[in-house]
């Protein structure tokens, strides 16, 4: 199932600086490992903000919800969910 899945990252000014770039860096080589393993198919930044939209790949709702929470930066997302389903008029059958 596709999902797209908008995620706000609100991080308090006061947190401590190490703690964060430490959490930035295990989100980013959990965003690798979930990429590589098709996963989380696509990312994109939205302009202005701490925020992106994604594309997942997955089995099922259950299974976004359980990878959402291993987000190491989840405490601190805003999480919009939505289903995603083929377009009849798409070229191509992966939607890739």
Request: net charge negative.
């Amino acid at each position: 199932m596709l999902f797209k899945v908008e995620m706000d990252v609100n991080v308090p000014l006061d947190y401590d600086p190490e703690k964060f770039d430490e959490l930035k860096k295990a989100e980013k080589a959990r965003f690798q490992e979930l990429q590589k393993a098709g996963t989380w198919r696509h990312i994109w930044r939205v302009v202005g903000q701490y925020s992106n939209v994604s594309i997942f790949d997955v089995t099922d709702n259950s299974e976004l919800h359980d990878i959402l929470m291993s987000l190491p930066l989840y405490p601190f997302m805003d999480v919009r969910v939505t289903a995603l389903c083929r377009h009849p008029s798409s070229l191509y059958e992966d939607d890739r």
